[in-house]
């Protein structure tokens, strides 16, 4: 039988309700007088009865076995057999496990992990390019700051003393 998905009254116009947000979607037993789901008119979506329920073999299962919600290493390496599914972790673990399952070939459901690292290999290697360009910009200025300091004790600090006072000669003739 295939699986109904059960939802209040309206879901579909109104965002309060679950319009396009799917955390919002819930089911609510229609008690109005006039409700047209509970006089299960035709054309209106159905209400949670007896003889929906899946049978024991197939609940709660995907493809005939069973889920594990897996959150660290330890308990990847107990799930054999079984369908995995990742909790809700870190990023850090996340690439552990990620790691751990590739080596091993475990296939994780909510998961896709060739992507998943790819993603995580080129975000470092922007890292390391912004980095690069931001040591590369601070070196830049250190040498400015050290050119600055070595004219003053190097003699350039002369030269520019020396233009000064041409400068100022030059305008001292003008003047007369």
Do not use: H
């Not at 054999?80 to 790691?99: M, S, W, Y």
């Amino acid at each position: 039988m295939k699986k109904i998905k059960f939802l209040r009254r309206n879901t579909r116009e109104y965002s309060r309700l679950g319009k396009g947000r799917k955390k919002l979607q819930k089911w609510r037993k229609p008690k109005g007088r006039d409700n047209k789901m509970r006089l299960r008119r035709k054309g209106v979506p159905r209400t949670v009865e007896i003889g929906y329920k899946q049978d024991a073999q197939t609940r709660g299962k995907i493809k005939g076995k069973k889920i594990v919600v897996v959150r660290t290493i330890s308990e990847l390496k107990k799930a054999n057999g079984k369908i995995i599914v990742l909790g809700k972790i870190g990023i850090k673990k996340k690439i552990e496990i990620a790691k751990f399952a590739k080596e091993k070939k475990i296939e994780i459901m909510n998961l896709d992990i060739g992507e998943f690292l790819r993603g995580i290999e080129e975000a470092k290697k922007k890292e390391k390019v912004e980095d690069r360009k931001k040591d590369s910009i601070e070196e830049k200025k250190e040498e400015e700051k050290a050119e600055e300091g070595k004219g003053v004790v190097a003699g350039e600090g002369e030269e520019k003393k020396e233009k000064k006072k041409n400068v100022k000669e030059s305008e001292e003739e003008k003047k007369k």
